[in-house]
């Protein structure tokens, strides 16, 4: 499924043929389309049109270009329009600093003005942000949005701000830019931003991708804005089209509270056990307790799966690239359930991979790399740091100061056994020196070394 979090369907452009464009976005695979006022008419009417169809919401504010005319009774009417629960968010507001239809006094009182709404009614807002970057920062901070969350909508930014505006809790969402040749610093931005914060839109009329630029952009586009972000993200369409409606889910609270995760889960084409919650480490970077999403699906485990029921889970693994032991927790822990599925798995034909701390020698106080020769086909060893130092700040291990040096020795102990070994490190910026832990990898310990972006899994 796709979904458009910002278009103005209310806007005179679709007048003429409105329920055309919103039957081709349906036909398109568009699922959910969330229709933005940007003043006090447009956000009646985009009210209204929501009432009309049952995968359309909607969303009232006024724009920042709009700012210099808004009066009290303006500002009243918006109110009581936005307690109408078929409003599921505030906006479109922010600063535009690029434009200057009005001055930025009056764009930072009606931000302010739009956020302390939000928080009253407790919905979140929708920001604009046009080289405003510094002051829409602060004034979300200041103005406490965090408390209600919200969208950066056609985010503009490079990476360093799409990372500061996650930390303050928002979303981030990529409209028809992101396919245009020259948007390499956006593509950066989408890169590094966490999947669980991320969102498609159109922002129709306005900014078609690539294939129709210059031309009325409409819902149905969003399609081209998934399969570049899918593509940046080294998902599938079926992934992005999971962890979106997920996004959805969690911003606004739709659908069913989140209830327990399933013993196995599918992105791309490989299929991953989850094995357990527990692990050896802390990492300062894991979002076990905070947030155990992955890719749209949902991780937190009350109670460990048993061999059967991973086993009836995983099916026909022979239909997968790979299954992997990796959830949020150290799968070595398990040990003789990880052999004992591993080895059903290869006699059903499938490849097996262990995403691991490195820790399992530690963890059983022996070598075990020999009861996993033949099971595992691939080890993905988290090697995280370039020292023991950094390792134990980065990592906080049960542990503690011989961890490191354990898990160097079981990569070499590894490479022994099984036939593809893998060091990973997570792109932790200012945290990790991401090419000396390479180098380690490569000339100390011999086995490749790969990237991994924070908060990304799998
Ligand atoms: S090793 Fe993995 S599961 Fe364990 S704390 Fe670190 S990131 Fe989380």
Wanted: proline letters at 4%.
């Amino acid at each position: 499924m796709f979904i458009d979090t910002h278009a103005h369907l209310e806007m005179e452009q679709f007048d003429a043929d409105r329920a055309e464009v919103i039957q081709r976005a349906k036909k398109a695979g568009v699922g959910m389309i969330v229709t933005v006022g940007s003043d006090l008419e447009g956000s009646f009417k985009a009210v209204d049109i929501a009432r009309q169809y049952d995968f359309i919401h909607a969303a009232v504010g006024i724009h920042p270009h709009e700012s210099a005319d808004v009066d009290e009774r303006m500002l009243a009417n918006l109110k009581k329009l936005a307690r109408d629960p078929i409003v599921i968010a505030i906006g479109e507001t922010g600063l535009d600093y690029f434009k200057k239809y009005a001055s930025r006094e009056a764009q930072i009182q009606l931000f302010k003005k739009h956020i302390k709404l939000a928080r009253e009614i407790k919905k979140p807002v929708i920001v604009h942000c046009r080289d405003a970057w510094e002051d829409v920062l602060s004034i979300l901070k200041a103005e406490k949005a965090e408390e209600v969350g919200g969208i950066i909508h056609c985010f503009s930014g490079n990476r360093e701000m799409a990372l500061k505006c996650v930390d303050l809790g928002f979303f981030i969402s990529f409209a028809g830019p992101l396919t245009y040749p020259k948007s390499s610093q956006l593509r950066e931005a989408a890169m590094a931003v966490p999947s669980e914060r991320l969102f498609t839109e159109t922002d129709c009329p306005y900014l078609a991708p690539q294939s129709n630029r210059g031309r009325r952009n409409e819902p149905a586009f969003v399609v081209e804005t998934a399969k570049k972000l899918a593509e940046i993200k080294g998902v599938s369409l079926e992934d992005l089209g999971r962890i979106i409606l997920k996004n959805m889910e969690t911003l606004f609270k739709m659908g069913e509270p989140d209830g327990l995760g399933k013993p196995v889960y599918k992105i791309r084409n490989s299929l991953y056990v989850n094995v357990t919650m527990r692990c050896t480490n802390a990492c300062v970077f894991c979002g076990r307790e905070r947030n155990p999403i992955v890719a749209g699906h949902n991780l937190k485990l009350d109670n460990e799966p048993s061999v059967e029921e991973a086993i009836r889970g995983i099916g026909d693994p022979s239909a997968y690239d790979e299954v992997v032991f990796c959830g949020y927790g150290e799968p070595t822990l398990r040990l003789d359930f990880v052999k004992e599925v591993a080895k059903q798995v290869k006699e059903k034909g499938g490849k097996v991979r262990i995403n691991t701390n490195g820790q399992g020698n530690l963890i059983h106080n022996r070598n075990i790399l020999p009861e996993l020769h033949g099971l595992v086909d691939v080890i993905s060893v988290s090697l995280n740091a370039e020292d023991a130092e950094h390792y134990r700040l980065l990592s906080r291990p049960e542990f503690g100061e011989g961890a490191y040096q354990a898990v160097k020795e079981f990569i070499k102990e590894a490479v022994k056994y099984i036939p593809k070994v893998v060091a990973t490190a997570v792109r932790v910026p200012g945290r990790v020196d991401i090419r000396q832990c390479e180098k380690l990898a490569e000339e100390e310990l011999k086995v490749p070394f790969r990237v991994r972006e924070f908060n990304v899994v799998g």
